[in-house]
Each structure stands twice: as structure tokens, then as C-alpha cells.
């Protein structure tokens, strides 16, 4: 049968060799995934379903180009084929179909038969290519009719998705905008995109020219004068005003609890959003050039353990989260949900004038998410609190952790307070019984303090642990209402403790 009108080998686009080569890149590349599959032979991890994809998808396509090679080497009819716009457009059709299906199936959902089923569905995809069926198909149908109008939006469609991953990544490289910063940033530009804008007012203070939630910084260090570096994320800037903050708080705390003629400076260099390899960066940046006498760094178990951003794995691409098509929109749409769900419930005013308050404070009467938002970010949060043996790759965060907090001690010289704040569902004993519900036997609910003042221990780094002083309080009123931050109750015993162990650690020089 007549496949196209060109019939001889050598009317085809490119020869034999061509597509031998490409068969022989696909073949080393699936011998490289088959070596590299057993680094994720785990059954908690999420990169062993992505890498077996890929090694499947990298094996069939070495197959299908051996074979066009061989359609092209022995004269076949089919040949003629090889050489229209529509064979090489079909074949990114494909391509880009299966890094679709892959990024599906790099995370826990879909699940069960459903990604078996697309799996299957990918495999069978690849292997039409190279039937006699397709090459019927491609000549009597695709280009016309119905088959034409397939083709345009197949085009269109991949097209689009270029243009929109290219302009947003345009948009993220010139812009410096958390809605548009990746998940697996560089920590230097995940600072910048999350800093505040110099000069603009957050919670009614204006941020300093560097974009700290902060008072002017100066190089040089007034006389007789403890200067500390105070790191957090969204801690040291979110939840209540400057004032209220405890890293401002602290510094009126040390001089009261200072017997000696002396004053303290607290540089608060936190910045919302940003992990430990930031605050890692941030003392770099200004521990010596500031002439600290201590740095104060915060480490929330809530997500600078379970979420700490990753080296930049391999492979990456095969992962959701790398393309900014779909992790910008998914952030619009989770806004917007949020923003609906916020809407649309019925806020209950507290007992009373709100003027009443203690300290006034309205804004700790009202809940800042929904409480469906709120379950959600606590949910995945609480993996951090698995027991080693159910925790798959939150064992290796943690000791990615430790490996940042030994780094910390090189800039500091030594002088790291680590200060240990916990998550809400640890302090709470009703939000932890709700979350662990279905398997509570699988959470330990105080790992993450037991093991990182373990190491902190063994390294030599001073570290202090908030939970006991946080679960003291009776009832459990230190977080805002449905909101992960602390309130100004919060704050205050967070003053407290780390006055306290601030005022040790100097009484030890």
C-alpha cells in the first residue's frame, strides 16, 4: 500500500544514521535511569514512580527511532512518511503528553488503578507509533477533515503551553514576586522574591531599605552594645505588629534582665517564606560585616524540617512543581478557593465589644484562614512528626537539616542559639487528636525537639526548646485563631524563654 506519494529512501529528511543516533541516545539514557532506579526503590518515595515512567517512556522511544531507522534503511513505503511536518508535529505531541502523564504521576495523586491505567495508556502510545495503523491513519485521516482540525488544536494547545512556561519564567527571572518563586529556588533568590518592599508598610510599619520587617541597619556597632542576628520565616514577621514582635520585644527583655550598663541590638532578618539554607545565606551575608555577638536562629518543625526545598533533584522536569504552567495557576486557584471559602462562612463575633479585648486586639478574634484551609496546611505539616519507620524521605530532611545547622556554626564562629518552635497541633491537644485520628500509632509527636536537640547537643550548638513553655499555658491560647502564628501571648513567653537562655549563654563568656 501507498503510504504517501514519495516512496524511495532517499526522499526521506534525514537518513538512517539519523535516527539510529537518536535510538542510541534513548537507549544510553534508559541504561542510566535503569542504574540510578535503585536509589529510589522505596515505597514512600515519590520519585520511584516518575523515574520507572521515565525509564519505560526513554526505553520506548530508543525502540520506536531504531525502527524508523529501519523503515528508512530497507526502502519502505513508509518512508515517504518520515519526511511531513505532521510525523515530527504527531511525535511532540507525544512527547509533550507523556512529560504530562509523568508529572501526574510524581506525586501521590491520581492513585491506584486510575495511574496504572495512564501508565498503560503512555506505553501503548508510544509503541502506535511505530504500527502500520498509524502510518494508515496519519496519511488517510490526520490530514484532513476532522483529522486537520485535531492537529491545529493539538498545536495550539502545545504552543500555548510553551508561550505561558516561557513568559512566566521571563516574568519570575525579572520580577521579584513570591507568587512566582519556585519551589526548589535558589535560597538568595527565594530571599529576594520574599522580602518585604523597602519602605512599604507592613502591619503599620515600614520596612527598612533592605527589606526587613526592621529599624535602619548600621555596619558599625554602637559602643558597648550585644548585637544579634535574629532569623526566622514568617515568625519574626507575620502575626502581630513590630511592637508585639518577640524579636523586638527582646531587646527591652535583655537590657530589664542585664545587670550591667550595657544595651542589646536584635537585627531582625527574617523573611516570610524562606528556609534554612536562607537563614544559612542571611549569616553569611551579615554576620561579620555587622559585627554580630550572636545569631538567634528559629527553626519551625512546622515546615523548615518536612519542607525544607531540596537540593535540585534529578531529573527534575519529570516533577510537577519544576514547571512554573502549573505551579503559578495552582496558587491562583488555591487564592481563590481560599478567598470563596472565607466568603462564604459566617463569622461568630466574640462575647461582648471587641473594644474589650484584651490589648485590643481585634485581629486575634478572627480566624485567618478557613478551617478547611487551616486542616489542610496542618495536615501536611504533620508528616514531620512520623516515627522513623513510617517517615520515608522525612528522614533525610532531617538530616539535611543537620548538615545546615553544623554549616551555621562557621560564619557564627561558634556563638548559634538555635531556638526550636514548635507547630500548633503540638501544643494543642484537641487540633493533634483530630489530625493523627485514622493512625496515631505512626506519630511521635515530640521527634522533631528529642532529635534536633540531640544533634544540637552533639555539635556543640546551644539550643532551646519552646514547646514545654508553650504547653504550660492552660487553656492553650498562644496562636492565632486558625492561623499557624503566634499571638501576642505567643510572643511574650517566646520573649521570655529566650531571654532567659540568651542571658546563660552570656554569663558563660
Known amino acids: 500500500m501507498n503510504y504517501s506519494t514519495p516512496t524511495t529512501t532517499n526522499q526521506a529528511p534525514v537518513g538512517k544514521t539519523f535516527y539510529f543516533l537518536i535510538g542510541a541516545i534513548f537507549l544510553l539514557a534508559s541504561i542510566y535511569l535503569a542504574l540510578r532506579l535503585s536509589r529510589y526503590w522505596d515505597s514512600s518515595s515519590q520519585q520511584l514512580i516518575p523515574h520507572c515512567v521515565a525509564l519505560l517512556g526513554s526505553f520506548l522511544n530508543a525502540v520506536l527511532a531504531l525502527r524508523l531507522g529501519f523503515i528508512v534503511k530497507t526502502g519502505d513505503p513508509r518512508a515517504g512518511v518520515l519526511k511531513t511536518g505532521l510525523f515530527w508535529r504527531y511525535w511532540l505531541y507525544a512527547a509533550v503528553a507523556s512529560l ?9 495523586q491520581p492513585r491506584g488503578l486510575f495511574r496504572a491505567l495512564m501508565v498503560i495508556a ?15 491513519w496519519l496519511v488517510k485521516f490526520a490530514g484532513k477533515g476532522i483529522g486537520r482540525a485535531i492537529d491545529l488544536t493539538c498545536f495550539n494547545c ?15 527571572a525579572l520580577t521579584n514576586s513570591p507568587l ?3 519551589p526548589n529556588l535558589k535560597a538568595a533568590k527565594r530571599i529576594s522574591d520574599h522580602k518585604l518592599t523597602p519602605g512599604g508598610l507592613h502591619l503599620g510599619f515600614a520596612a527598612n531599605r533592605q527589606g526587613f520587617f526592621d529599624r535602619e541597619f548600621t555596619r558599625t556597632k554602637p559602643n558597648n552594645t550585644i548585637r544579634i542576628l535574629g532569623l526566622a520565616d514568617s515568625f519574626g514577621v507575620e502575626g502581630v505588629s513590630y511592637q508585639d514582635n518577640f524579636l523586638t520585644l527582646l531587646e527591652t527583655s535583655l537590657a530589664d534582665a542585664s545587670n ?17 539554607r536562607g537563614y544559612l545565606n542571611l549569616l553569611k551575608e551579615y554576620y561579620t560585616p555587622y559585627q554580630a555577638d550572636l545569631a538567634l536562629v528559629c527553626i519551625f518543625v512546622g515546615n523548615d524540617i518536612g519542607w525544607l526545598p531540596q537540593r535540585q533533584p534529578s531529573l527534575a522536569y519529570l516533577r510537577r512543581e519544576f514547571w512554573y504552567s502549573y505551579f503559578v495557576p495552582a496558587r491562583i486557584v ?21 473594644s474589650d479585648t484584651p490589648n485590643n486586639s481585634v485581629a486575634e478574634t478572627l480566624p485567618t484562614f478557613s478551617q478547611e484551609a487551616f486542616l489542610q496546611i496542618e495536615r501536611k505539616r504533620l508528616p514531620v512528626c512520623l516515627k ?27 556563638n548559634l542559639l538555635v531556638v526550636l518552635i514548635p507547630d500548633e497541633f503540638q501544643v494543642d491537644d484537641e487540633l493533634w487528636e483530630l489530625l493523627t485520628a485514622n493512625n496515631y500509632n505512626q506519630y511521635d509527636r515530640t521527634r522533631p525537639q528529642r532529635e534536633i536537640s540531640a544533634f544540637c547537643e552533639s555539635a556543640g550548638i546551644k539550643s532551646l526548646d519552646l514547646l514545654p513553655a508553650l504547653s504550660a499555658e492552660d487553656p492553650p491560647d498562644t496562636y492565632l485563631l486558625q492561623d499557624t502564628h503566634w499571638n501576642r501571648q505567643g510572643h511574650l513567653i517566646a520573649t521570655r524563654e529566650i531571654t532567659a537562655a540568651i542571658a546563660d549563654i552570656l554569663a558563660d563568656k
Open 334 to 354: 488555591a487564592l481563590y478557593q481560599e478567598h470563596t471559602r472565607k466568603a462564604a462562612s459566617t463569622l461568630i463575633p466574640p462575647e461582648g465589644d471587641i
Open 122 to 136: 503512555f506505553s501503548l502510545h508510544l509503541l502506535a507509533m511505530s504500527s502500520q495503523f498509524f502510518y494508515r
Open 180 to 182: 512566582l518563586s519556585a
Open 100 to 108: 504530562i502523564v509523568i508529572c501526574a504521576v510524581a506525586t501521590p
Open 260 to 276: 550591667q550598663e550595657q544595651s542589646y541590638e536584635i537585627m531582625n532578618l527574617s523573611v516570610d517564606g524562606i528556609s534554612p
Open 388 to 414: 522513623p519507620e513510617y517517615a520515608g524521605e522525612i528522614n533525610q530532611r532531617y538530616q539535611e537539616l543537620y548538615e545546615i545547622l553544623d554549616e551555621m556554626q562557621q560564619p557564627t564562629a561558634g
Open 158 to 172: 502545545v504552543l500555548l503551553l510553551l508561550l505561558l512556561e516561557g513568559g512566566l519564567r521571563l516574568a519570575a
